[in-house]
Each structure stands twice: as structure tokens, then as C-alpha cells.
């Protein structure tokens, strides 16, 4: 099981830390680093501004958004990274949900996501493997367009530079069983959010995945003394997903945490996001949950609880961690395991 580090995106401004946390993990020999986007800082950028400081470390989005930019300005973006990096940029993707597609990108979220992410993921392979001209008959990603507003005087074009590896992997963020299953059958591998070592088979109704397929859940990870201490910044990120990234009626994370045991509490903490009580929104997130999808407390309980996500499918474990003393950690004890 390699190691990445997941920095996610930025707050209200960029974090002095994060290039400093990207350059430790590439010495302790992590394996990747990822960035991703929300609806402030974008994910390309700062994942560039980090391959220019560092030599080896894989570089990943996790995860670009798919409503933020066609499939071929996604991959322009992939191929110019790969170039400038020497081959190591791992392409992650994600639709995210109504709220965030249509509050903030201004497009409809698409009334079937699997083909969207389909013709999506087809285009952009179309763009990376430059055999010929992109063309598609799709219904949300026609190349070249074929709308009633067009001009019809748009032609197929394959990408003027070559890109430098055709089989870039391509990942997804997928929640849903269905969205799941298209992954295995479309991508190089899956990005699950909330990843439980022992339940992950009866929550997503997976088992068994290709051969070569890349399985890379996200963990939050910090050494500390007090469990339930180092488990309120898990639950603020999961009462802020649950709560306030999508609505009460269709809100993806809150459903694979219904799926996950916790139905009642997922719908209590939307109530309370949405009557403005977003502390007792985290208090509301039950410390099992939390705990469940995480690796927190002392160096001995996390080698413990280590052992089960290695036992597993996981290839790669992508760490949030707020220090560095908690990626010389996670380093030291999978590199002992």
C-alpha cells in the first residue's frame, strides 16, 4: 500500500504549509500528493506551483471538478502538467452535486451523471491516446458540438501537442453503487470519500476490482494522545459534507452515510446546517463514524487500525494530516508493515 498525502483545498487563502508538507512527504518517499477545488481555489494551479518544488512524488487531483471545465480543457490542463512534470500527474475527477454545479458553475447538474461522467471520461481518453480527431455522438459531450444554438461550422481536432502518456490513469470520486460499478468499467481507479476497512464490500457493493486498478480512499491521520479530541476536525469536514455541500433532497455524502449505518443522524446534522447551527452540526457526527473512517489517537492504537486498511484493497491511502510529525508516522509503520 503506497502513501499519498491529500491537501485539499484552500480556505480563505493559500496555506504556507502545504508545500512544506508536499516536500517532507516526497523525502519520507510518499508516493503522490493531491489537490482539489470546491468553489474558491482551483486544483491545477496549486498542483503546477507543487511539481515545480519537488522531483519525484506523483502529483494528483483529487478532485478536479467536472463541471468546471469541458472534458478537453480537462485534459489540456492534464497533458501540460504531465509534460512539465516529467510523467507524474494521476488524474482525478469529480461531478460533485446541483448545489455546487448550478449555485456556483451556473450549468445544470446533468439528469443522468453516469452518462455525463461516461462521455466525459471517453473524451478525454479520446484527447490523451491522439489517434485521431475527438468525435462523439453524446448527449452531454458532443464532439463537435451539435446544439440548436450552434453555428455548424465546427470540425473534429486532435490535440496539436502530444501528449506524453497516452494511458495517463484517470480516477474517479464515486459514491453511489451504479456510479461505482461505471468506474470499475471506465477508469484506472476510484476515489471513495468516506472508506471503512472492514464495511467498504456491503457499502458500495463491491468486492473484487481489475487487475491494476488503483483503490485510493481519502484518511484524516494525526498522533495524539486524546481520541476524541483528534476527531473534531473529522467530524467538522463530515458535518460540513453532510450538511452543507448539497441539499436536504439530494445530497450525496449524506446518503453513503446513510448507507453506512447512520441515516438518522446524517438527516439531524442537515437540520441543523440548515437552521444555521453548524456547531451542533459537528457535535452531531457520532464519534464511531468518525473514528470508522479515520486514523487518529496514539502511535500504537494507529498501527493497530493501520493494519486492517492494509489487509484490504486499498493501493494507495491518501492522508490528510495536519503535521508532519503524523506523515514521519504513517510512513514509519507502513513501511514496517
Not at 447551527?277 to 473514528?291: S, T, Y
Not at 489487509?311 to 514521519?328: E, I, W
Request: aromatic fraction near 8%; proline fraction near 7%; charged fraction near 20%.
Amino acid at each position: 500500500m503506497r502513501l499519498g498525502l491529500a491537501l485539499g483545498y484552500w480556505g480563505r487563502g493559500p496555506s504556507p504549509a502545504h508545500l512544506e508538507l508536499a516536500r517532507e512527504a516526497e523525502r519520507l518517499g510518499y508516493d503522490s500528493v493531491w489537490t482539489a477545488e470546491a468553489w474558491g481555489s482551483d486544483a491545477f494551479t496549486a498542483l503546477t506551483w507543487i511539481a515545480a518544488h519537488t522531483s519525484r512524488i506523483r502529483l494528483g487531483t483529487a478532485v478536479a471538478q467536472m463541471a468546471a471545465r469541458t472534458p478537453t480543457a480537462t485534459a489540456m490542463h492534464a497533458l501540460t502538467l504531465d509534460h512539465l512534470s516529467g510523467g507524474r500527474m494521476l488524474l482525478g475527477l469529480g461531478l460533485s452535486g446541483p448545489q455546487v454545479v448550478e449555485g456556483w458553475y451556473g450549468r445544470p447538474f446533468p439528469r443522468s451523471p453516469l452518462t455525463a461522467t461516461r462521455e466525459y471520461v471517453d473524451v478525454i481518453r479520446q484527447v490523451l491516446r491522439r489517434e485521431g480527431p475527438v468525435a462523439l455522438d453524446g448527449r452531454f459531450h458532443s464532439h463537435p458540438y451539435a446544439g440548436e444554438d450552434g453555428t455548424d461550422l465546427g470540425k473534429p481536432l486532435k490535440p496539436i501537442t502530444h501528449p506524453l502518456r497516452p494511458d495517463l490513469p484517470v480516477l474517479l470520486g464515486a459514491e453511489g453503487p451504479k456510479n461505482v460499478a461505471q468506474t470499475l468499467k471506465i477508469a484506472d481507479g476510484w476515489l471513495p470519500l468516506y472508506w471503512s476497512p472492514t464495511r467498504y464490500a456491503e457499502v458500495y457493493g463491491v468486492a473484487a476490482f481489475p487487475e491494476d486498478f488503483l483503490v485510493a480512499p481519502m484518511v484524516r491521520a494525526q498522533v495524539c494522545d486524546d481520541v476524541a479530541r483528534g476527531l473534531l476536525p473529522v467530524k467538522a469536514m463530515l458535518g460540513f459534507y453532510i450538511g452543507g455541500m448539497g441539499h436536504a433532497a439530494r445530497n450525496f455524502h449524506a446518503d453513503l452515510m446513510g448507507r453506512m449505518g447512520y441515516e438518522a443522524e446524517a438527516r439531524h446534522i442537515q437540520e441543523l446546517f440548515a437552521a444555521g447551527r453548524r456547531e451542533e452540526a459537528v457535535l452531531a457526527v457520532p464519534d464511531a463514524f468518525a473514528d470508522e473512517i479515520a486514523l487518529v489517537g496514539p502511535r500504537e492504537r494507529i498501527a493497530e487500525r493501520l493494519a486492517a486498511w492494509r489487509a484490504g484493497p486499498v493501493t494507495d491511502l491518501l492522508v490528510t494530516a495536519p503535521d508532519m510529525a503524523t506523515l514521519r508516522v504513517l510512513a514509519e509503520l507502513n513501511e514496517g508493515g
